[in-house]
């Protein structure tokens, strides 16, 4: 059955049942590598995209509960060739090690910098404490997290 | 393979320790030719290893993989710094087997050491091979001659690019080890903190990742598991599983029971449908987990004294410590489950995984296929990080064993998460037991007991299938037996030895022979635990004697190397000789030199202890670290720290959880790691020895980092926690 999606801002239509997570169309119909699966079960972060502006976790959102909301994804934040500030932080302090977490923080800490454009150290962490990461890369998160806010309190 | 004969050590170039671990590779070590440093010993051509293009571009190729810790970003830069290209003009092939040099797995820290060596000589034999050729070509010497960014320029200002002589330039030769690589003072490239090459592609939803491999007319697999161990599929049904929507294929053989459907939820749907139908016939118990450090070492042993000085009987007037200390079963936990994709055309199986070794893997795959190796194809894609042997390899035999079934489509399976908990192979729970004694400030005794089941049970054991699914098939397949290593890697008894001088010691491994628990390596192998003994029984001693725990150490270290890096972290965290703590906050010191042979790694933390919830938190810790010749500093900052808090997570979080019917430790919930508002900050510090070998540094904070932990509780509250992990539990129990 045919469902349509906004995603980054295109319309796109994915041949899935309603009850398809989220997570399925966008990796697999509309060939959007970032988000993850990491478990399924709300518990990792390792899927989110943001659904109106609201970090939502893509594994566990049924395609009926999306329906017309604007969904955006890493992809839809910037690209190699031009990149989102909170992307060139990740990169600037090489924020990360397998990688695989880096999706979910970087698309919480939109939202987070969306919500709060300034956050201190702790508000960061708070932030992104329902994001895993298993490779230990949380403190240059942090770090790349609060030299995005600087730059883009410089735009 | 004797374990024996893997322990030589060759120093010929300065740089090339050949640190084998057990090795499980087929490829025979050449018996006759030479010994070459690194990895050029099992594959000796040039040409396995470096290719010159006609574009001016060098490819590198490498048998080790990505698993997150950056390796072929320092990779390329060391093959760069000697070709004296830059970075920019080095490509990097990793992991194939249809392409690369077979360097087993890509395990223990030892990455740098030998594929970094042999790329290290490699290049500048390659580098002087252009030269002679550029040489001949103007007419003069080959010292007269300068080359900048792969351009090489004769005294005369004539020049000629490598691409130029790429075609001439013969690399089917036999490597010499003999072309003395640049002396540090002059590289450009090794030493700096060059950006992954990978970062660009994970912050932006680029292909990264196996998990984001997509084949035309791929399917999506997913195996039926049973509900615990070794139990017996008897019955399911297939009619209803088989007329769900998108089911392409049905797998059953014995009781391995699997699904391929269009769709990934399909195929989800379609394995849940197939486990609630399924009926088992159960497996066997599991040990009672109250009582499980006493069963495990109730199980038959293997047991080997690794070390035994004997010296005159205790002085008298000493006093004499006792303690014994546990560790649970502890998982991977790779943040994204295990996944690969698998291809059978024509006879020929193609395999893409972020296994840690694709030649052990299509040698075991083929076995457990009743395959032969040259039609299986193993290609390393990354995955998530790993730590160790997880689930990769079992899941790339999912992949093909459902892949016999689709004609000809590319099968993509990814574990699902309790999947990937209860299925991985854990490190082991072990026990430690040590007994020693110290008289006028001084250790005067040292024994030493180590329990744990098998760290080595990856696939490439001659005398086992060690993968999973190969168990449940009709023709069912048996793991390989219980391993040890033997120095200097070891396993259970990793870091069992001490490098501190003492006048006597007896230290013991007792390699459990059962797998009540599924078992293999998980970073560190038995580091872990054994300097969680080792550096909390140096502090309960130092603390019978009457001395500073730091001063003790520093009294009983022997190399310059150790002394520095302990007065390094000493330094940096501001130590205070004979500092207390206050009954909530304290702090401690760990201190090893990984493997013995690799890189030395020192800890301090500061711990905050409530008294009320039972919860531990670590405000901060310092570290320092002699890594021998730093390749990338920042790259080894993130290894160190990332190690620190993953050793964190361990020691404060994690413990498989099981009863005696099977794990119960099924997601984040039921196996809790440490996140991101507990994490502490760190400070590293970097000695950086221009002249010494690089050492591998990758697992070098996980013992450290216990041991620190566990001291700082004691420093703080006057009590010691013996048993991990220090959760609120086993806090309270302690304070009470
Ligand atoms: S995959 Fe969605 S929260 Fe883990
Ligand atoms: S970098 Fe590996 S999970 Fe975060």
Same mark, same amino acid.
């Given at each position: 059955?045919a469902? =349509?999606?906004?995603?980054?801002?295109?319309?796109? =239509?994915?041949?899935?049942?309603?009850?398809?997570?989220?997570?399925?169309?966008?990796?697999?119909?509309?060939?959007?590598?970032?988000?993850?699966? !990491?478990?399924?079960?709300?518990?990792c972060?390792?899927?989110?995209?943001?659904?109106? !502006?609201?970090?939502?976790?893509?594994?566990?959102?049924?395609?009926?509960?999306?329906?017309?909301?604007?969904?955006?994804?890493?992809?839809?934040?910037?690209?190699?060739?031009?990149?989102?500030?909170?992307?060139?932080?990740?990169?600037?302090?090489?924020?990360?090690?397998?990688?695989?977490?880096?999706? !979910?923080?970087?698309? /919480?800490?939109?939202?987070?910098?969306?919500?709060?454009?300034?956050?201190t150290? /702790?508000?960061?962490?708070?932030?992104? /404490?329902?994001?895993l990461?298993?490779? !230990?890369?949380?403190?240059r998160?942090?770090? /790349?997290?609060?030299?995005?806010?600087?730059?883009?309190?410089?735009? | 393979?004797? &374990?024996?004969?893997?322990?030589?050590?060759?120093?010929?170039a300065? #740089?090339?320790?050949?640190?084998?671990?057990?090795?499980?590779?087929?490829?025979?070590?050449?018996?006759?030719?030479?010994?070459?440093?690194?990895?050029?010993?099992?594959?000796?051509?040039?040409?396995?290893?470096?290719?010159?293009?006609?574009?001016?571009?060098?490819?590198? %190729?490498?048998?080790?993989?990505?698993?997150?810790?950056?390796?072929?970003?320092?990779?390329?830069?060391?093959?760069?710094?000697?070709?004296?290209?830059?970075?920019?003009?080095?490509?990097?092939?990793?992991?194939?087997?249809?392409?690369?040099?077979?360097?087993?797995?890509?395990?223990?820290?030892?990455?740098?050491?030998?594929s970094?060596?042999a790329?290290?000589l490699?290049?500048?034999?390659?580098?002087?091979?252009?030269?002679?050729?550029?040489?001949?070509? %103007?007419?003069?010497?080959?010292?007269?001659?300068?080359?900048?960014?792969?351009? #090489?320029?004769?005294?005369?200002g004539r020049?000629?690019?490598?691409?130029?002589?790429?075609?001439?330039?013969?690399?089917?030769?036999?490597?010499?080890?003999?072309?003395?690589?640049?002396?540090?003072?002059?590289?450009?490239?090794?030493?700096?903190?060059?950006?992954?090459?990978?970062?660009?592609?994970?912050?932006?939803?680029?292909?990264?990742?196996?998990?984001?491999?997509?084949?035309?007319?791929m399917?999506?697999?997913?195996?039926a598991?049973?509900?615990?161990?070794?139990?017996?599929?008897?019955?399911?049904?297939?009619?209803?599983?088989?007329?769900?929507?998108?089911?392409?294929?049905?797998?059953?053989?014995?009781? *391995?029971?699997?699904?391929?459907?269009?769709?990934?939820?399909?195929?989800?749907?379609?394995?849940? $449908?197939?486990?609630?139908?399924?009926?088992?016939?159960?497996?066997?118990?599991?040990?009672?987990?109250?009582?499980?450090?006493?069963q495990?070492?109730?199980?038959?042993?293997?047991?080997?004294? #690794?070390?035994n000085?004997?010296?005159?009987?205790?002085?008298?007037?000493?006093?004499?410590?006792?303690?014994?200390?546990?560790?649970?079963?502890?998982?991977?936990?790779a943040?994204?489950?295990?996944?690969?994709?698998?291809?059978?055309?024509?006879?020929?199986?193609?395999?893409?995984?972020?296994?840690?070794?694709? *030649?052990?893997?299509?040698?075991?795959?083929?076995?457990?296929?009743?395959?032969?190796?040259?039609?299986?194809?193993?290609?390393?894609?990354e995955?998530?990080?790993?730590?160790?042997?997880?689930?990769?390899?079992?899941?790339?035999?999912?992949?093909?064993?459902?892949?016999r079934?689709?004609?000809?489509?590319?099968?993509?399976?990814? @574990?699902?998460?309790?999947?990937? *908990?209860?299925?991985?192979?854990?490190?082991? $729970?072990?026990?430690?037991?040590?007994?020693? $004694?110290?008289?006028?400030?001084?250790?005067?005794? @040292?024994?030493?007991?180590? @329990?744990?089941?098998?760290?080595?049970?990856?696939p490439?054991?001659?005398?086992?299938?060690?993968?999973?699914?190969s168990?449940?098939?009709?023709?069912?397949?048996?793991?390989?037996?219980?391993?040890?290593?033997?120095?200097?890697?070891?396993?259970?008894?990793?870091?069992?030895?001490?490098?501190?001088?003492?006048?006597?010691?007896?230290?013991?491994?007792?390699?459990?022979?059962?797998?009540?628990?599924?078992?293999?390596?998980?970073?560190?192998?038995?580091?872990?635990?054994?300097? %969680?003994?080792?550096?909390? *029984?140096?502090?309960?001693?130092?603390?019978?004697?009457?001395?500073?725990?730091?001063?003790?150490?520093?009294?009983?270290?022997?190399?310059?190397?150790?002394?520095?890096?302990?007065?390094?972290?000493?330094? &940096?965290?501001?130590?205070?000789?004979?500092?207390?703590?206050?009954?909530?906050?304290?702090?401690g010191i760990?201190?090893?030199?990984?493997?013995?042979?690799?890189?030395?790694?020192?800890v301090?933390?500061?711990?905050?202890?409530?008294?009320?919830?039972?919860?531990?938190?670590?405000?901060?810790?310092?570290?320092?670290?002699?890594?021998?010749?730093?390749?990338?500093?920042?790259?080894l900052?993130?290894?160190?720290?990332?190690?620190?808090?993953?050793?964190?997570?361990?020691?404060?979080?994690?413990?498989?959880?099981f009863?005696?019917?099977?794990?119960?430790?099924?997601? @984040?919930?039921?196996?809790?790691?440490?996140?991101?508002?507990?994490?502490?900050?760190?400070?590293?510090?970097?000695?950086?020895?221009?002249?010494?070998?690089?050492?591998?540094?990758?697992?070098?904070?996980?013992?450290?980092?216990?041991?620190?932990?566990?001291?700082?509780?004691?420093?703080?509250?006057?009590?010691?926690?013996?048993?991990?992990? %220090?959760?609120?539990?086993?806090?309270?129990a302690a304070?009470?």
């Amino acid at each position: 059955m045919a469902v =349509s999606l906004k995603v980054n801002g295109a319309t796109r =239509s994915v041949n899935a049942e309603p009850d398809t997570p989220l997570l399925y169309a966008l990796r697999n119909d509309l060939e959007l590598n970032a988000a993850k699966f !990491g478990c399924g079960l709300s518990q990792c972060g390792a899927c989110t995209v943001l659904v109106d !502006g609201v970090p939502t976790r893509s594994c566990a959102t049924p395609l009926s509960r999306v329906g017309q909301s604007e969904v955006i994804t890493l992809e839809g934040l910037g690209t190699t060739a031009k990149l989102h500030p909170l992307q060139q932080a990740f990169i600037d302090e090489q924020a990360g090690q397998c990688g695989y977490c880096l999706n !979910g923080m970087i698309m /919480a800490a939109k939202a987070l910098l969306d919500k709060n454009p300034r956050p201190t150290e /702790a508000q960061v962490r708070d932030g992104l /404490a329902g994001n895993l990461c298993r490779c !230990g890369s949380h403190n240059r998160i942090v770090r /790349a997290v609060l030299r995005a806010a600087q730059t883009n309190g410089r735009i | 393979m004797n &374990a024996s004969h893997l322990t030589r050590r060759d120093f010929t170039a300065g #740089i090339g320790g050949i640190v084998l671990a057990f090795s499980l590779t087929p490829a025979a070590l050449t018996q006759q030719a030479p010994r070459l440093p690194g990895s050029l010993q099992t594959n000796r051509m040039l040409s396995a290893w470096l290719a010159i293009n006609a574009d001016g571009t060098a490819t590198v %190729f490498t048998g080790k993989v990505e698993l997150g810790q950056g390796i072929l970003t320092a990779l390329a830069q060391i093959a760069a710094e000697e070709l004296d290209l830059p970075l920019s003009r080095v490509r990097i092939i990793s992991g194939d087997t249809g392409r690369t040099p077979n360097e087993g797995q890509t395990a223990g820290s030892q990455s740098v050491e030998n594929s970094g060596t042999a790329l290290r000589l490699a290049g500048a034999e390659v580098r002087a091979i252009l030269l002679d050729l550029a040489a001949k070509k %103007f007419g003069v010497g080959a010292d007269t001659l300068k080359v900048a960014d792969g351009v #090489i320029t004769a005294a005369d200002g004539r020049k000629v690019g490598y691409g130029d002589l790429a075609k001439e330039a013969d690399l089917k030769r036999e490597a010499t080890g003999k072309v003395a690589p640049k002396p540090t003072a002059q590289h450009r490239i090794v030493g700096q903190s060059i950006p992954r090459v990978d970062l660009a592609a994970k912050v932006t939803g680029g292909a990264a990742f196996v998990q984001d491999l997509r084949l035309p007319g791929m399917v999506h697999g997913r195996v039926a598991r049973p509900p615990q161990y070794g139990a017996q599929l008897e019955s399911f049904d297939e009619a209803k599983v088989r007329a769900m929507p998108g089911v392409v294929a049905l797998v059953r053989d014995g009781s *391995f029971l699997a699904v391929a459907a269009e769709r990934e939820e399909q195929a989800i749907k379609a394995v849940e $449908a197939l486990s609630a139908s399924a009926k088992w016939k159960a497996g066997p118990a599991l040990p009672d987990p109250a009582r499980l450090y006493e069963q495990l070492k109730a199980l038959p042993t293997q047991d080997t004294t #690794i070390s035994n000085k004997e010296a005159p009987l205790l002085a008298s007037g000493a006093k004499v410590v006792e303690a014994t200390y546990h560790r649970p079963y502890q998982a991977h936990a790779a943040l994204g489950p295990s996944c690969a994709v698998a291809q059978l055309r024509d006879g020929q199986l193609t395999v893409w995984s972020h296994t840690q070794g694709v *030649f052990p893997l299509r040698a075991t795959m083929a076995r457990a296929l009743g395959m032969k190796p040259p039609s299986i194809r193993c290609i390393h894609m990354e995955g998530a990080g790993c730590y160790g042997h997880n689930g990769a390899d079992d899941v790339a035999l999912d992949a093909a064993l459902i892949a016999r079934a689709t004609n000809g489509r590319p099968v993509r399976v990814q @574990w699902m998460r309790a999947e990937e *908990f209860m299925w991985e192979p854990y490190g082991p $729970a072990m026990t430690m037991q040590a007994k020693g $004694a110290v008289a006028d400030g001084r250790i005067v005794d @040292w024994n030493y007991d180590v @329990w744990s089941q098998s760290h080595n049970m990856r696939p490439g054991d001659p005398d086992g299938i060690n993968l999973l699914s190969s168990w449940y098939l009709a023709d069912a397949k048996t793991p390989g037996p219980a391993r040890q290593a033997g120095p200097p890697n070891y396993a259970g008894d990793r870091n069992a030895i001490p490098t501190y001088d003492l006048p006597r010691q007896r230290i013991t491994h007792h390699l459990i022979k059962d797998n009540p628990l599924r078992t293999s390596a998980l970073r560190t192998l038995g580091g872990y635990a054994n300097v %969680f003994a080792v550096e909390s *029984f140096m502090d309960e001693l130092a603390a019978a004697a009457g001395v500073d725990p730091v001063a003790f150490r520093l009294a009983h270290v022997k190399d310059p190397r150790e002394k520095a890096v302990i007065e390094a972290v000493a330094k &940096a965290a501001n130590w205070k000789p004979g500092e207390k703590g206050d009954g909530v906050r304290g702090r401690g010191i760990g201190y090893s030199r990984y493997k013995t042979v690799a890189a030395y790694n020192a800890v301090i933390v500061e711990v905050e202890v409530d008294r009320t919830s039972g919860r531990i938190k670590i405000p901060r810790a310092w570290t320092s670290v002699d890594a021998g010749l730093i390749i990338s500093p920042d790259g080894l900052i993130n290894q160190i720290e990332g190690g620190l808090i993953q050793s964190a997570s361990w020691t404060l979080h994690e413990a498989v959880r099981f009863d005696r019917s099977g794990i119960t430790s099924r997601d @984040w919930a039921s196996y809790p790691i440490m996140t991101m508002p507990d994490v502490p900050k760190v400070e590293t510090v970097l000695l950086n020895r221009p002249n010494d070998r690089p050492l591998g540094a990758g697992e070098a904070s996980q013992g450290p980092t216990v041991a620190a932990i566990a001291n700082a509780f004691a420093a703080a509250t006057g009590r010691r926690l013996r048993e991990l992990p %220090f959760d609120p539990a086993r806090v309270k129990a302690a304070l009470a």
